[in-house]
Each structure stands twice: as C-alpha cells, then as structure tokens.
C-alpha cells in the first residue's frame, strides 16, 4: 500500500510540474510578439502641431512625450529654432579627449546629477583620475547659480565619494553627485557658443533628441543636448498596433506589433503606414524611404 501510495505521489507530482510548464509555456506564448522598427528620416516643412492636430481628427491617440529635462526661458534663437516646448537634458564640458564632466538635469526632482568620465582609466577610480580643482569650480560656478566657496564644497564632497566608493560597486568608475542649485543654463550656453569656432549640430529623425557640440581651435569645449517636442501617434485596429513618431524637425520613425502567431507582412505594414501619413499631412511617399527591420519573437 506504502509503495502505491508513493507512485500515486509521484505521479501526481510529475503532472502538477508538467501542468505547470504548460502553463508556464502557454503565458510566453500568449504574450510573444511579432514586431517591425524602423530607422528614421527627417521630411522637409513638416508641420509638426497641424500633424498632431490631424491626427487627433483621424481618431488616432495622440501623446505628446516629455523628457527629464526642463525649458530654458527667454533663449529667443533656440526657442524660434528648436520649438517653444524643447527642453535642455544635459549639458557635458570636455576636459581632454578622455576626460569629461556630464551635467544631467532632472527638473522633476529638482536635481542635477553630475558625473565624471575618464576615459584612459584602466584600473581603479582614484581622486587623481579628476580634473584639476580649478577646472571642476569654474565649471560649476558657470552652470549653476553659486558663489567659488559653494562650488569648492561641492568638489569636495565629490573627492570623499571617490575616496570611500567601494571599487567593486557598479559605478564606481563614474563617480557622481547630485547638485540641487538653480542651473545657470543661459550663461553656460552663452559661454559655449562664444568660446566656440565650430558648433556641429545633429539630429536623431524621430526621438527628438538634437545635440550641440562645441569645437574650439584646441579642441573641444563640450556640448548640450537637447530634446524637442515629440509625439507619438498610435493608431490600434484587429489587434494590430501602429504608431508614428515625430518631432518639431520633421523628425518620423514607426514601429508596430501584433502577436507572433499571426500574418505580419511588411507591404501590409507599410499600407497602413501609408495611410496614416496622408490624414496626417505627411508626404504619403515617405513611408518608400523608410527601413523596416522584421523581428518575429521577443524570446
């Protein structure tokens, strides 16, 4: 009796594992999908707010995408080129060509979190891998409101995080700190475009993010990044997903997706895009210059 009851123990363990992969298999079968993206191409004179507004009017759900960043007031030139609702992300000073400080702005918590890169570092961090004293408070003083004394305390709170970091932490070779001064945007961007005899300017068609570099005749003063506004359009029919990205440079990328047992042909992708474009305003053609890139599963 002991041995039919330990094979009917067993039995029922071996189906209660079995059923449980089945479910297990089931849920990552439920929840595969098949999905296209696509690089991005920038379309000449779009208008940005007449495209949202369009696609409002088609039915398509419309959702203007923000970012860390804050808007800078009164920089009349960057708001007539960037669009009246951009917002400065991060601003980097180059102390070399392996040395740099990122200053990364957070404004919904009040915050900037500073971080510096050597890149010729091989071992572990050390204050000697920072910049010179002098360097880091000019630099400080000139992107944040504060007096040298306020800006040498700063640098030695950073000098204490990098004697006391454990080297094994992730991180470690960064070392950071979070300032919570009012930023000095406008002077540190007056301050690079008047040091500057280059300014080399980038976009990435459809993400909004727009970056400024700033060159001088040594070498490279540093750069800001900037993201403009973008939206993303999303249009859902028969369980099919597609969504349109653009941003206030004419910036356009799509995606789309579905579950990875169904039919997902690529002209049948582009035909829907296709469409969305022209009720949106967008050169219906544009969607020919576009790549697709077919992934079939996400495991």
Excluded: C
């Amino acid at each position: 009796m002991n041995k039919l009851r330990l094979a009917a123990v067993a039995l029922i363990g071996v189906v209660v594992v079995a059923a449980a992969y089945a479910v297990f298999a089931g849920v990552l079968i439920g929840s595969d999908v098949a999905s296209y993206s696509s690089d991005g191409v920038t379309v000449s004179d779009l208008a940005y707010e007449d495209a949202l507004d369009r696609a409002a009017a088609a039915g398509y759900a419309v959702e203007r995408v923000g970012s860390s960043g804050f808007h800078p007031e009164g920089i009349d030139e960057l708001d007539a080129e960037l669009g009246p609702e951009y917002e400065a992300f991060r601003v980097t000073f180059d102390r070399s060509e392996t040395k740099r400080l990122w200053a990364t702005f957070y404004a919904d918590e009040g915050v900037t979190v500073v971080t510096l890169f050597a890149d010729d570092n091989r071992g572990e961090f050390t204050v000697d891998d920072l910049p010179p004293d002098e360097w880091l408070v000019d630099r400080f003083t000139l992107l944040f409101e504060m007096d040298a004394a306020t800006a040498e305390g700063y640098v030695e709170e950073l000098k204490t995080e990098v004697r006391t970091s454990d080297p094994a932490e992730p991180g470690a070779g960064t070392p950071s700190l979070e300032i919570d001064e009012p930023v000095a945007f406008r002077a540190t961007y007056d301050s690079l475009t008047a040091g500057a005899t280059t300014v080399n300017a980038t976009s990435s068609a459809g993400s909004g993010v727009h970056v400024r570099e700033y060159y001088a005749a040594d070498g490279k003063l540093g750069s800001i990044e900037f993201v403009l506004p973008r939206a993303t359009v999303t249009h859902e029919a028969d369980g099919y997903t597609y969504r349109v990205h653009i941003d206030y440079h004419g910036g356009v990328e799509v995606d789309a997706q579905t579950r990875a047992t169904r039919s997902f042909e690529e002209q049948d992708v582009r035909t829907v895009f296709r469409q969305m474009f022209e009720e949106m305003g967008i050169p219906p053609d544009a969607i020919d210059h576009i790549q697709f890139e077919y992934r079939g599963s996400v495991w």
